[in-house]
Structure formats: structure tokens, C-alpha cells
């Protein structure tokens, strides 16, 4: 799914574009050949995973809580004043590809606002280290695999939304990828909330409810998932885009807004 930001659509049509296909072939092109890159890559890892014993790629879900001080940092960054990304802003060429807008794209931009991190970059970097030093330890126990972050956005979702990604859906990541959704409030259904559904247990999806700041550890590759939104006022999280790799690297990353990027271990940006 792509995302873009809610301000590009508010650009005067004759901005609009249409796709040249040669693009899109292109983007193509680079996507598959990603996805062997990865793969090649994550495979020995999965495979010293399991020869330690752990089942890297097994783990489909988990969760746990966040500590007072990274909620509060969190807090900080999210109570920051929001500067919408523009797409000139962003480093996504896929969200410039697709400037040529449809009514369905329309309406997924129109239902989150991101946060320009750039703007607020020593307090979203605090906020950001800090949880991702909390969260990094259960994850590498509950996995066997170390990690390295490889993108990340926040955003705010906004009440009512129900296209995209607030949809049932997978999201077609490489196997050696997944993604790690923090949020700095609790979780139930007036406040927005996460929900998935196991492969093996179709159609009882389990529904997220916390009573403070969480993570969710995600394959979001097999598990069928959505967000939920609020019904009033907005839910706020933090989107981190993990890879498996030899040697843990938590440092902040944001190439784009795409929930795609980066699309190989070799390209991350175009
Ligand atoms: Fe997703």
C-alpha cells in the first residue's frame, strides 16, 4: 500500500500527472529483484537462528508495555506541532510516482496526518532510542534473531478511517522483514486500537486493549491485520521497519512514507 501524505492531494490539479508506465515497470522491476535480495539475505540468518535453538521466523505476534519515562518522551515528540510532509519533503519516489491520484488513494491519504519528524529531531531521536532500547532485548530473546531498523514514520490516525491500511490486509513485505508499532496511549476501542488474525485461526481476530504505552512486534507479512481508529480526537503511533540482520542496529531511520521502503537491502532509496 502506499501512503501519502493528506497535503499532496490538496495541491491544485494541475500539479496531477498522470503514471508513465515506464515508472511503473521500473518500480516493479526494482521491487521483485528486492525481494530476491532479501531473501537471499535473511536466509542464513533465519538458518543461525535455528541452529541456536530459536525459530526466528515463527514468531508471528507479541506485545509488552513501555516503561513511564519512554511514555513520556514519546509524549513529547507527539505533543510537538505537527508539520505535515509535503511531497517534496518526502524521499519516497513511489509517492511522487503515484501523484496521479485515484479516489481510493485519495481517501487513505485523507485518513492519518504523519508527523515530520525531521522538524522535532532531537526530541523524536530521545524518544525514539529510548524505546527502542526498552523494546530491542524482548524482541532478540523472543526471536533469536538480532535486528536493524530500516525505516520508520509516526503518524496520527484520524476517526472514522477504514481504507487501506485500517482494512484487513498483509503487507507483503520480504520474509526477512516485519514491523514494531508502538503506541504512546492506551489501546481500546473509543481510543483506536490494533487487531490481527493468525493464519491459523481465521476469522477469530484478536483485538489489542491496553491500559498504557505498548509495542506490538508484527509479522505483517502473514498475519492478517488493521488498524482501528478513535472515535474521537486521533490514535498516535510510531511505525518502526525492522530487518533481521547480523548485528543489532536500533539507530532512527525515516526514507520515506511508503509502507513498502525500503524495497532491497542494497536500494534504499531512488
Ligand atoms: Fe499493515
Given amino acids: ?53 530459536k525459530k526466528g521466523d515463527d514468531l508471528l505476534v507479541c506485545t509488552g508495555g513501555l516503561s513511564d519515562d519512554s511514555r ?20 519516497d519516489w513511489y509517492a511522487r510516482l503515484v501523484n496521479n491520484v485515484d479516489d481510493q488513494e485519495q481517501k487513505i491519504a485523507a ?6 519528524c525531521s522538524d522535532h529531531l532531537p526530541v523524536f531521536r530521545d524518544a ?38 485500517y482494512n484487513w490486509h498483509t503487507d507483503g513485505f520480504p520474509n526477512a522483514i516485519r514491523k514494531i508499532l508502538i503506541f504512546p496511549d492506551p489501546l481500546n476501542d473509543d481510543s483506536g486500537t490494533f487487531e490481527y488474525e493468525e493464519p491459523t485461526s481465521e476469522g477469530c481476530p484478536h483485538k489489542i486493549e491496553t491500559n498504557g504505552s505498548s509495542w506490538i512486534f508484527c509479522d ?10 478513535p472515535k474521537k ?10 530487518a533481521c540482520a547480523e548485528t543489532a542496529d536500533m539507530s532512527y531511520k525515516q526514507l520515506g512514507l511508503n509502507a513498502h521502503y525500503p ?5 534504499e532509496q531512488l
Fill in 1 to 53: 500500500m502506499s501512503i501519502i501524505s493528506t497535503d499532496s492531494y490538496r495541491t491544485p490539479t494541475s500539479h496531477i500527472h498522470t503514471i508513465n508506465e515506464g515508472s511503473v515497470f521500473k518500480y516493479e522491476l526494482v521491487k521483485r529483484v528486492g525481494r530476491i535480495q532479501w531473501a537471499q539475505y535473511a536466509q542464513p540468518i533465519f538458518l543461525n537462528s535455528r541452529l541456536l535453538g
Fill in 72 to 91: 513520556s518522551k514519546l509524549n513529547l515528540f507527539f505533543d510537538s506541532p505537527i508539520r505535515k510532509f509535503l511531497l517534496s519533503d518526502t524521499l
Fill in 111 to 116: 485518513q492519518s496526518d504523519f508527523y515530520n
Fill in 128 to 165: 525514539f532510542q529510548n524505546v527502542m532500547n526498552e523494546i530491542y532485548p524482548h524482541i532478540y530473546e523472543s526471536t533469536g534473531c538480532h535486528w536493524r531498523v530500516i525505516n520508520s514514520c509516526a503518524l496520527a490516525t484520524k476517526p472514522n478511517s477504514d481504507f487501506g491500511m
Fill in 220 to 229: 505483517v507479512n502473514r498475519v492478517k491485520h488493521r488498524g482501528r481508529p
Fill in 233 to 242: 480526537g486521533v490514535r498516535n503511533c510510531l511505525q518502526v521497519t525492522i
Fill in 263 to 267: 524495497l532491497s537491502p542494497l536500494i
